[in-house]
């Protein structure tokens, strides 16, 4: 009898321990707590530390300053989950308070003994709003787009690879701060210690420039274009503290110096420091983060199949570019470093210098869904909204909003990027495209369908050139069909060097740059003493308005009608029409879709896999077909409970001309 009665207990106790368990975490508990609902542990870190396969953190409301970071993976069936308790609102912040503020001079104050270690991510931040560190000249329309900065001296001897001149420069000692540069071609903005400055000249000195790209020749001084050779800003030094919202740190002194936007004390303000760069480092697998609020630093995901679901990530990429060595860096608010199967799905991401979302090659089959990505990359290097290089990686149904050089980059091998809305890049750079990749002629076997594209106009120093769709040098194997591009400056697709071997079908480009601006530009140059070939491209069913259909060259290697027509044509070019007015619907509850009787109706090719479920005795022309489903790209969602409002700058549609 004794025997039954232990074998029931220890059968009882082997079921009970491979249940899951529920542990809260409330910051406002006075003790440690056991992570039970009555008495809860204070910080996520301890739940963290204990929880196992199919467990459930529930975080109660309030603003957690620490990184999420579970210590063992969850699996597949059973993920370990960090999600909020019933609808509370919970931040994890990766910045701390600050007080203890005194009156430095006029309106700036000071708070010393304050340590930021963070170095170029160091940053200030008043409530939700990034502050702007200190400095010439000062950004007068709190715009980071708008660069407010001035034009290099081009007299020759006035500038070099290590140094720039302008007389207007205020006669302080610049040495240690910071100079922001962006060239005449617009294409890739950089920044460096100021080694020296010479006041009767008003010339700023730097670390020479290496001789190779970005930086020489196209991104730097050397290059005149625009009848200038760049702008810039100088920033990082107290005395250029002198007007509202600017800040200076001084590392030996540990001291903090601010001017509030409103001038008054910051004693009384919620102002806070960056303290950490992350605000969860998921290195496991199998980690759900759902419902939660991240401020000032970055989610960063290391394993596979983790999920980040319904969650809003501000300032979670902020920083500067500090002698970066190269074009780009891997900062962003949502980093996949490397790992199969990662999620993004219904979040909210807002405001960065750099990257909004960035897949790295070491990632395969990351799927990002349904969010909403906007104000990122404020900094012009080449950053994007979405940048994606993982291998099939799965990009469906996000808005896309604002970036000062290209929107969205997908170059993985058999990855696909459907039913996007993006818009408003190219806002202070050049050269770039809302949707840009280059390649190696290689082709790829991306699908880029039922997209829409608008609004690119790069601004007066970048030489308007702002494009829709670009395949940049020796991009191959894009399949791209069914998108509508719309409103940009410089033309609505772009091929260059050895393009070749990709697929355009049945796509709409309408307003895309003046009507003298070919619908398709090609830049084939001499590389190594070898003409590039735009080659093997097929393009079908796609419609615009009257322009020139293509051009192609470089400098006064001029090739146009043989590109497409003839019989020296290098490409597959039929069934494309261009139209005076427009045949498509402009009412935003139907935007593109063919008029009734319109001359879009039927005129189109046959395409296998591409023109399937048509209506009528053949396809339609353009991305629409009449009668069939109207599509409408980007979320399906309006953005609810979150700690912050969402800005509705994402739902814009721009002009249709």
Not at 296 to 305: A, C, E, L, Y
Not at 541 to 553: A, E, L, T
Request: aromatic share 12%; charged share 25%; proline share 4%.
């Amino acid at each position: 009898m004794i025997r039954i009665i232990n074998t029931i207990i220890l059968s009882t106790l082997t079921v009970c321990s491979v249940f899951a368990t529920d542990y809260h975490v409330d910051q406002r508990n006075t003790k440690r707590g056991d992570g039970s609902e009555k008495n809860p542990f204070q910080t996520i870190a301890q739940a963290s530390q204990i929880m196992k396969a199919g467990d459930i953190c529930y975080i109660h409301a309030g603003t957690y300053r620490e990184i999420i970071n579970p210590k063992v993976s969850g699996t597949i069936s059973k993920p370990i989950t960090f999600t909020r308790y019933k609808k509370d609102k919970v931040i994890v912040s990766a910045t701390e308070p600050v007080s203890g503020w005194q009156q430095y001079s006029g309106k700036i104050y000071q708070v010393k003994g304050i340590q930021m270690l963070l170095g170029d991510a160091n940053n200030v931040y008043l409530g939700t709003d990034k502050m702007q560190i200190a400095r010439w000249p000062n950004d007068t329309d709190n715009n980071e787009y708008s660069l407010d900065a001035k034009y290099i001296d081009i007299t020759k001897g006035t500038w070099s690879l290590s140094f720039v001149s302008n007389n207007e420069i205020p006669k302080i000692d610049w040495t240690g701060g910071t100079i922001h540069y962006l060239g005449s071609h617009s294409g890739c903005a950089w920044e460096r210690t100021i080694t020296g400055f010479d006041k009767d000249l008003g010339r700023v000195h730097f670390e020479e420039l290496p001789k190779k790209w970005p930086f020489h020749p196209t991104h730097s001084p050397q290059r005149k274009e625009n009848d200038h050779r760049g702008i810039f800003y100088l920033m990082n030094k107290l005395e250029a503290l002198d007007a509202p919202r600017e800040w200076y740190y001084d590392p030996l002194a540990q001291t903090l110096y601010f001017y509030a936007p409103n001038g008054k004390s910051p004693k009384e303000q919620a102002v806070e420091i960056s303290a950490r760069k992350y605000t969860a480092d998921i290195k496991k697998s199998n980690i759900k983060l759902d419902g939660l609020n991240f401020f000032g630093g970055m989610v960063s995901i290391s394993g596979d199949n983790n999920q980040v679901i319904n969650c809003m990530v501000k300032h979670g990429a902020e920083r500067l570019v500090t002698n970066l060595k190269g074009a780009a860096v891997s900062d962003a608010a949502i980093q996949i470093k490397k790992g199969d199967g990662n999620v993004v799905e219904k979040c909210v991401l807002e405001n960065g210098t750099v990257n909004g979302i960035l897949i790295t090659r070491a990632s395969t089959n990351s799927r990002i869904e349904n969010n909403i990505v906007q104000h990122f990359n404020t900094i012009g290097i080449h950053a994007c909204l979405l940048s994606s290089a993982g291998e099939g990686d799965k990009i469906l149904r996000n808005s896309f909003y604002g970036s000062a050089r290209d929107g969205v980059k997908v170059s993985g091998k058999n990855s696909e990027f459907g039913y996007n809305h993006v818009q408003k890049a190219l806002i202070s750079g050049a050269d770039g495209g809302l949707f840009y990749v280059t390649g190696r002629s290689i082709p790829m076997n991306i699908e880029l369908h039922h997209n829409w594209f608008h609004d690119a106009y790069a601004d007066t120093h970048a030489g308007k050139k702002a494009v829709g769709i670009y395949l940049d040098n020796n991009s191959a194997g894009y399949i791209v069909h069914h998108n509508v591009v719309w409103d940009v400056e410089w033309g609505g697709l772009h091929f260059n060097w050895n393009a070749l071997k990709n697929e355009i079908y049945n796509n709409t480009f309408w307003n895309v740059g003046p009507p003298d601006q070919s619908m398709i530009d090609c830049w084939v140059p001499e590389r190594n003493g070898v003409r590039t070939n735009v080659r093997d491209n097929t393009l079908y069913n796609n419609i615009s308005d009257v322009r020139p259909w293509w051009h192609s060259g470089s400098g006064k290697f001029i090739v146009d009608e043989k590109e497409y027509m003839g019989d020296e044509a290098d490409n597959t070019f039929d069934y494309n029409e261009q139209f005076k007015e427009v045949p498509f619907e402009t009412s935003k509850s139907n935007l593109f879709m063919p008029q009734k009787n319109s001359p879009l109706i039927d005129k189109g090719r046959k395409i296998k896999k591409i023109t399937k479920g048509y209506k009528g005795e053949a396809p339609d022309l353009g991305a629409y077909e009449f009668g069939g489903e109207y599509w409408v790209p980007g979320v399906d969602w309006t953005p609810k409970g979150f700690a912050w409002e969402a800005s509705s700058d994402y739902l814009n549609l721009g002009d249709i001309k």
